[in-house]
């Protein structure tokens, strides 16, 4: 089992920045892909941005130039800086932990709202 714990949401106006975090803990396989993925009101779940523990990265498209991940691998924790925020980035963010043989964890979710 693994644990996602996210924090570093909250209420933004647009514009301005936002900084995500989540550490997981558990049984934890070196090799792995951690992620986040976000999920507005009516819409489905999408790929913010991914990041393997060898530096590999994926974004999604609405999300390439203002958000950057990274994390740190000794402390299993990634992180998601989200810049230049807009008021369709109001979400729920998802963490994700993936590895081939355990699947796919879900953190419980921390809400975005980029509002005036």
């Known amino acids: 089992q693994v644990q996602l714990v996210e924090s570093g949401g909250g209420l933004v106006q647009p514009g301005g920045s936002l900084r995500l975090s989540c550490g997981a803990s558990g049984s934890i396989f070196s090799i792995n892909v951690m992620g986040w993925y976000r999920q507005a009101p009516g819409k489905e779940r999408e790929l913010v941005a991914d990041m393997s523990d060898g530096g590999s990265t994926n974004y999604g498209d609405s999300m390439k130039g203002r958000f950057t991940i990274s994390r740190d691998n000794a402390q299993n924790t990634v992180y998601l800086q989200m810049n230049s925020l807009k008021p369709e980035d109001t979400a729920v963010y998802y963490c994700?932990?993936?590895?081939?043989?355990?699947?796919?964890?879900w953190g419980q979710g921390t809400q975005v709202t980029v509002s005036s």
């Open positions: 994700r932990y993936w590895h081939g043989s355990a699947g796919a964890y």
